[in-house]
């Protein structure tokens, strides 16, 4: 067996209580994730919009309409971000800073990617009149933008699941190594049938309120564009209810039981059903009624979205706490050291350099 | 150390953070602190005079800031802390323990900022008229003023970095955040950014404005005026930090002679800043007088100079803070000072929690023919002198790449065998010789270990990979078979 690592820690406290800290990371990483739905989800959604309205022009209006909305939201995605990853550094330093050498080709590289797909979308967007006589070239900007957006998770997530085992660690040669550890692909599609689900949703919240002078511009009915936005929605959470229990039996086993985890994932699951049964009665309601239920969908979300990110600090702790005591007792133990050095080499205070 | 060393054999991790580096100071001092005010004032202006061409060229301008500084400027800037934290961990890790609340107001206030121009650009085309076109003139100034905010505070970190002044007395955010070097360094970099954003207008006005029309020179005249107005400032900025550094490093180096060293590489920048603020000026100058006269070309020299300024004022700033990362706290291989005294007496790896398995080019270095036994203790010293080297060494050099240890001991030593005697000497009291270099913080075993390793890199120019590639392997010694390894 190979020995785990135990590395220590930088010899300065966290800037503010533990947690605080902690709400911070888990409040913000959500906003982020939800703006990365929303760009992720959008491009997915406008592009197959696109490639149906090669065949049936009214789908292009559509394509549009949600393209539009990628570059503002794949803005905020970014900056929202920074916040959680001020967190994550600061309070698992660590963990997070291993996984990313680990993985460092591949993490540095999420920056050119963000770049080069960013731009496309902007293509996308600002050429969309421009590139009406060349819209198979149209397509492909948007498609290159999805493929790349398709796979940055997949760096995220290798590096927030490889911190967590430090006894893998030593195992882990690159990133597509990283990327083999169990877990991180289911919860990669975890993560990807969220993106169309949250983006349906935002579909319902953008057209549901929308001008009658602006809807006739997009040619079609408010009912019929509401209804499109919970469709999206639905199968996906209805897919969910097979992925995110694979995710939940995919987990290795913490070195400490995560006793909150599974009342946490269950109450999430109890809201998933009551919210996906209402999305499945809102797609069935007449016009005149469609949406009525959109405010209750979204507090549910919202239960569920917080249960989830909750859960997975949960685990998170569980995973890493008896090792991080480890952590602390090597730093502390290096600070006495280094002082007791320090006092018998007579450099303390004064004349620092040696 | 603690931490897998991520390495770039070839460009070097130093040439890693300084390309994204660069590159997001240029955007964000050019095209968002300096240029979102004069896209400001161009709108006022336009409709101050009820001129819409004004209107119209603003725009365009901004649409171009708009694209550039919402993706490779966003990006650029998470960038550099992705790379600061493969490269030097320690050193990022400390400053956010240190400055957390800082960046975390400076988040907010980036929030902001880039809500504030999605705002001011999807508006532009719908706030045109009345109360609606004031409000917009007004967001455009809000959007300036926050860029400025969100660099006034990232700049309080670099000057930091150079001299922590009080901070290593009392550790406290306030001391941290008013060192010394703050207010000369923003001094400067603010009236640089609205240069930079002047002289990026007049390259970009005759894409958008047609040579026969009136409004060409107008524009360029106007636009000159404004870079103009900012050259003093930069000149009277770059004199106090000039006098501000020189200052700081006196503390930070304890033998005045090295000192002399340092104000070379300043008198240097001194000397980049007044001349390339004549040559913006002699440009700018007969734009405003002939505008008419200036070819297009003309226009792009002050831009490459005031780019090349920049980026060349990262390096000097960048350089003079050696040997340390964070002055006086921290070397640039991320140890502490105040670890030294326990590093030196029980050696580097004593406290390492990785190694770095050596690469087959590494391990056919040791002749295949000696005894088993030999062979294995040589393996064993080389593997050593390799970890020494990825931890006192990589973070700024490669063997053969950018900053190569090779080409400095060929250098030294041409092709004399490179044995342990004669660098082993050398490396012992490198510091003194060379000023920007921190001491060797391992054992004396260690500095023969290293020296070891330095010999074989005469014949072997195979490139090292970092733990991205290699992977690493656990210290025996440091690693733990405790109750944490009993996960299934």
């Known amino acids: 067996m190979n020995p785990v690592p135990v590395p220590r820690d930088l010899p300065l406290p966290l800037p503010a209580p533990e947690p605080l800290l902690v709400a911070l990371l888990i409040v ?23 490639l149906r309205g090669l065949r049936e022009r009214r789908y292009v ?18 900056v929202l971000g920074v916040g959680p990853l001020l967190a994550i550094n600061t309070l698992y330093t660590v963990y997070f800073y291993t996984a990313n050498a680990l993985t460092g080709t591949f993490w540095i590289s ?20 421009r590139m009406e006589n060349r819209k198979g070239l149209h397509v492909v900007l948007i498609l290159a933008a999805c493929a790349i957006f398709l796979f940055i998770p997949l760096i995220f997530l290798a590096n927030v699941n490889l911190m967590l085992f430090p006894e893998k660690w030593p195992t882990v040669r690159g990133f597509f190594s990283a990327l083999a550890l169990p877990n991180v692909l289911p919860r990669y599609f975890h993560f990807l049938l969220a993106c169309p689900a949250m983006t349906g949703l935002l579909m319902v919240w953008m057209f549901r309120r929308r001008s009658a002078a602006a809807l006739v511009e997009t040619g079609w009915q408010r009912d019929e564009l509401v209804r499109a936005g919970y469709r999206w929605a639905l199968w996906p959470t209805v897919a969910q209810f097979v992925v995110g229990p694979v995710v939940l039996l995919t987990l290795p086993e913490t070195a400490e039981p995560a006793r909150m985890l599974m009342p946490m994932f269950g109450a999430a699951m109890l809201l998933s059903i009551w919210m996906t049964m209402l999305m499945y009665v809102e797609t069935r309601r007449p016009a005149g009624r469609i949406g009525a239920s959109f405010a209750a969908i979204c507090a549910l979300m919202f239960a569920i979205v917080g249960l989830m990110g909750t859960g997975r600090h949960v685990y998170r702790e569980a995973a890493i706490a008896p090792h991080r005591e480890l952590v602390r007792a090597k730093t502390e133990d290096f600070a006495r050291r280094a002082a007791e050095a320090n006092r018998a080499a007579g450099v303390e205070g004064e004349g620092r350099r040696p | 150390m603690d931490f897998p060393v991520f390495h770039l054999d070839v460009l070097g991790n130093r040439g890693l953070i300084a390309g994204i580096a660069v590159l997001h100071v240029l955007i964000n001092h050019g095209l968002a602190v300096g240029l979102m005010p004069l896209v400001a004032c161009m709108e006022w202006y336009g409709h101050r005079k009820r001129d819409a061409r004004w209107d119209a060229l603003a725009y365009r301008i901004l649409f171009c800031a708009f694209i550039v500084t919402t993706t490779a400027g966003a990006l650029t800037g998470v960038g550099i802390w992705l790379s600061v934290s493969l490269v030097n961990p320690y050193s990022i890790g400390s400053l956010l323990r240190v400055f957390f609340w800082a960046w975390f107001v400076e988040w907010l206030v980036f929030i902001t900022e880039v809500c504030l121009i999605l705002a001011y650009t999807l508006t532009w085309k719908t706030w045109r008229e009345g109360a609606a076109k004031r409000r917009h003139i007004r967001l455009g100034f809000a959007l300036g003023l926050f860029s400025w905010i969100t660099m006034a505070i990232i700049v309080s970190i670099l000057g930091f970095m150079m001299d ?9 955010l306030f001391s941290g955040f008013t060192n010394p070097v703050y207010l000369p360094q923003l001094a400067f970099r603010t009236p640089l950014a609205a240069t930079m954003a002047g002289v990026i207008a007049l390259v970009l006005v005759p894409f958008f404005v047609g040579r026969d029309d009136p409004f060409r020179r107008e524009a360029i005249r106007a636009v000159a005026v404004w870079t103009l107005l900012f050259c003093p400032f930069i000149v009277a900025g770059g004199y106090w930090y000039y006098g501000a550094v020189p200052e700081a490093m006196k503390d930070n180096l304890a033998v005045s002679v090295l000192t002399l060293q340092f104000s070379g590489w300043l008198d240097e920048f001194l000397l980049l800043v007044v001349g390339t603020a004549i040559a913006i000026v002699v440009v700018v100058q007969v734009a405003i007088v002939r505008p008419g006269l200036v070819p297009r070309t003309a226009l792009v020299l002050p831009l490459l100079a005031i780019l090349w300024l920049t980026a060349h004022f990262e390096r000097v700033r960048e350089f003079i803070r050696k040997p340390y990362v964070i002055g006086r706290y921290m070397y640039a291989n991320g140890l502490r000072v105040d670890d030294y005294a ?62 190569g240890v090779a080409d400095h001991l060929h250098r030294m030593f041409g092709n004399r065998v490179w044995t342990p005697d004669l660098t082993g000497d050398y490396l012992a009291n490198m510091h003194n010789a060379q000023p920007y270099m921190p001491p060797f ?18 014949a072997n120019r195979e490139p090292v990979p970092g733990a991205q590639q ?13 109750a944490v390894g009993e996960r299934r």
């Open chain 1, 110 to 129: 999420i920056i050119p990617l963000v770049v080069i797909a960013f731009l496309l979308t902007y293509a996308h967007k600002y050429l969309w009149h």
């Open chain 2, 441 to 458: 913080p391992g054992s004396q075993a260690e500095l023969g270990f290293l020296s070891t390793y330095l010999e074989q890199l005469q």
């Open chain 2, 164 to 172: 922590p002044g009080n901070w290593l007395a009392d550790n406290t």
């Open chain 1, 28 to 50: 913000f990483f959500l906003m982020h994730i939800v703006f990365v739905n929303f760009m992720v989800g959008g491009a997915i959604i406008s592009a197959y919009y696109e």
């Open chain 2, 470 to 482: 290699a992977g690493i392997t656990v210290r025996p010694e440091s690693g733990s078979k405790l």
């Open chain 2, 342 to 403: 326990l590093l030196r007496r029980d050696g580097l790896l004593a406290y390492a929690t990785y190694s770095n398995p050596l690469t087959p080019a590494e391990q056919a270095s040791v002749p295949a023919a000696l005894p088993p036994a030999e062979r294995a203790a040589a393996l064993d010293r080389l593997q050593k002198g390799k970890d020494v080297f990825m931890n006192a060494c990589s973070r700024c050099h490669t063997t053969h790449g950018v900053n």
């Open chain 1, 61 to 78: 209006r559509l394509a549009y309409e949600i393209a539009s909305t990628i570059t503002a939201n794949k803005s905020i995605a970014v």
